[in-house]
């Protein structure tokens, strides 16, 4: 059944088109992500969609009783109300009819005359029918199922909003959203502030949703993991793929190769033909000439793709530090006077590119903050930097950046170049002339960070410490960043919620929970397994710790070697021989993570799994001991 219908969309700004003849279809139940450049109209067509904005042409229609949920990217909702009264806010009009039911009670009590109070006894019917059919009886239980779905506690429902973290507050607002159980989801840009955990979970929940989504995000994972058709709007058109996010990237890549080398065959057929016309054009030739010339002139040009445009980076050569850049060695944590963590302990090498991870509100950006207090004071005991190292810091915030000066100003004052050393410069960044005038404070959050990274690595820096590097990017610049970053010669220390990042760029990872940092020796997705194995270990250590506990005690069984004491012998011979190898194995391979340049995802998954044989090498060690001497007392 078809729950969105759409035919010749058109928005215009003044003089600017935003999109046209834009026609939608879309199924309840489906999933489709809407994509596209920043500046495209993404937002802008959602916001039509949901009617906040008015369309300037074409017809929208819904399915008959089909209702939605809107997810700004922004918070719209009072910060002093509590949770409840938030979601609450979902119910106005059933609150509403239920004060109108109360008032009526009063009314019937007090009425007199009988008539009157039957013609209030049947309004009071009708009103009560309403309020039933529109679940009003049951909405506190419903409220309350909602908010413990999406990971708040019971008690959190008195909390007041403006307490909250940003990623709570996402979640609020998603809470208000799903309370009126929803046919439709409109979500623009819903894992802003999220944490991982939360992406991951919101992952699963729309995935199970049973209505249907369009949602708009530059996460590439997020989308890949819930959306089974993807909108591509660009250049003011919007074309459909009915498929997941990573098969449209390949098959919108094939058609522009495809596209482009019928292009480039068209205009080699045509510099032919307009050479023949030039040598023919006064020769016994002519006539052909003049016939081919027309014919040329009917054809219909191809057009080549149009390329977004993208921030040029470019690279450079990084000075080869010394093998050690960053010692961290017992470095308490406070902020605000707030005791976050303490004793925190790790080392970065040349070369290394290591990862920070934690929910949000532990203290990933504060740690980097203070890393930088701590090396700028040049007396510090727990922080030292290596020498030969020239670090760089991107704040997420940009908080390096002067909201007062014009974007050439803060180039200028950043960076040892004439004007027009700048103005190129710039231009690399997607900065064009009439931008140059523009104020800092007036940009976009991708603009700051464009410009920031701009400025960050003028001086060529061999060491990065980087806060959520691609927030506010569009695909195609984050993209251009993280290929820079995984090609970056020198050291990165990065906090980031980015799986692109995790997984594309770093080789260690650092989980900060509970006041400490704990080390994996791989990216995300191996940080990720191995934390899942390790929670499945220990549930089940806790089952048969929990069953061992509860089961009689029975009495020993006694043992019947199968095997001969020879037999035996040359098997406990054998293992000791592979404990010994394997051994060495470990020890080599743990020597091998301290070399620069070393592959640290592939070393770590081979030293894992050395360490496992071990164990199950002792393991079956230790049985065949206690039966060759069981067979011997004997």
């Known amino acids: 059944m078809t729950i969105l219908q759409a035919n010749g969309l058109e928005k215009v700004f003044i003089t600017n088109t935003i999109f046209k003849d834009i026609s939608i279809s879309i199924n309840a139940g489906q999933k489709v992500g809407l994509v596209g450049p920043n500046g495209a109209g993404k937002s802008t067509l959602m916001k039509c969609i949901a009617g906040l904005e008015e369309l300037d042409g074409g017809t929208l229609s819904f399915a008959k009783g089909a209702n939605f949920g809107y997810l700004a990217q922004r ?52 009103k009560q029918e309403r309020y039933e059919k529109l679940g009003g009886y049951a909405v506190e ?11 708040f506690a019971e008690s959190d429902l008195e909390r007041r909003v403006e307490s909250f973290s940003g990623g709570e507050r996402t979640r609020v607002m998603l809470a208000r959203q799903l309370a009126r159980d929803p046919d439709i989801l409109l979500l623009d840009e819903p894992t802003n502030h999220l944490d991982l955990p939360a992406i991951e979970w919101l992952e699963v929940f729309l995935k199970n949703f049973k209505g249907t989504v ?53 205009q080699k057929h045509i510099a032919k033909e307009l050479e023949y016309i030039r040598r023919n054009r006064a020769g016994v030739n002519s006539k052909q000439a003049r016939g081919r010339e027309k014919k040329l002139m009917r054809e219909t040009r191809l057009a080549d793709i149009t390329e977004t445009e993208n921030i040029n980076i470019g690279t450079y050569a990084v000075d080869e530090s010394a093998r050690f850049v960053l010692s961290v060695n017992g470095l308490d944590l406070d902020v605000c006077g707030k005791h976050l963590a ?28 203070k890393i930088i207090t701590e090396i700028e004071s040049g007396e510090s005991k727990t922080v030292k930097l290596g020498n030969r190292v020239r670090y760089a810091y991107f704040d997420q915030h940009q908080m390096a950046l002067d909201e007062s000066l014009t974007v050439l100003e803060q180039t200028l004052a950043s960076c040892d170049l004439k004007i027009s050393e700048a103005k190129t410069l710039l231009a690399r960044y997607l900065f064009r002339e009439d931008d140059l005038e523009r104020k800092v404070a007036l940009l976009s959050g991708g603009e700051k960070v464009r410009l920031s990274f701009m400025i960050l690595l003028f001086r060529e820096p061999n060491f990065l410490i980087l806060d959520e590097p691609t927030n506010h990017l569009d695909m195609e610049s984050k993209e251009i960043i ?8 020198g050291a990165i220390l990065v906090v980031s919620h980015d799986r692109e990042v995790l997984n594309g760029v770093t080789e260690r990872t650092l989980e900060m929970e509970g006041g400490t940092l704990t080390a994996y020796l791989g990216n995300y997705s191996y940080y990720k397994e191995k934390k899942e194995l390790l929670q499945a270990l220990a549930q089940e250590q806790a089952a048969q710790a929990q069953k061992a506990v509860a089961a009689p005690v029975a009495a020993p069984k006694k043992r019947t070697p199968s095997v001969s004491k020879s037999k035996l012998r040359t098997e406990i011979e054998r293992l000791e021989q592979k404990i010994e190898e394997l051994e060495e194995k470990i ?13 640290y995802s592939e070393i770590a998954r081979e030293l894992d799994e050395a360490n496992a044989d071990l164990e199950e090498t002792m393991e079956t060690w230790q049985e065949k001991s206690e039966l060759l001497e069981e067979a011997q007392s004997k």
């Open 482 to 489: 993280v290929h820079f970053l995984k090609a970056f010669e």
């Open 342 to 369: 303490e004793n925190l302990t790790f080392d970065i090498q040349a070369r290394e590119k290591v990862a920070i991870i934690g929910r949000n509100g532990v203290g990933k950006s504060s740690l980097l903050k």
């Open 587 to 599: 020890d080599a391979l743990n020597d091998a993570l301290t070399q620069p340049g070393a592959r």
């Open 75 to 126: 918070v719209d909702f009072d910060l002093e109300k509590t949770l409840r009264e938030v979601i609450l806010e979902a119910f106005a009009d059933v609150l509403a009819l239920n004060t109108e039911i109360r008032q009526l009670e009063l009314d019937i009590s007090s009425e007199e005359d009988a008539e009157k109070q039957a013609a209030l006894l049947h309004d009071y019917q009708e």
């Open 141 to 151: 239980s419903h409220v309350k199922g909602i908010v413990l779905g999406l990971g």
């Open 214 to 266: 369009l949602v708009i995000s530059h996460d590439e994972y997020f989308l890949d993991a819930i959306v089974d058709t993807v909108m591509d709007l660009e250049n003011q058109s919007l074309t459909t793929y009915p498929m997941g996010f990573f098969k449209y990237k390949e098959e919108k890549k094939r058609q522009r190769a495809v596209q482009h080398k019928h292009f480039l065959e068209q």
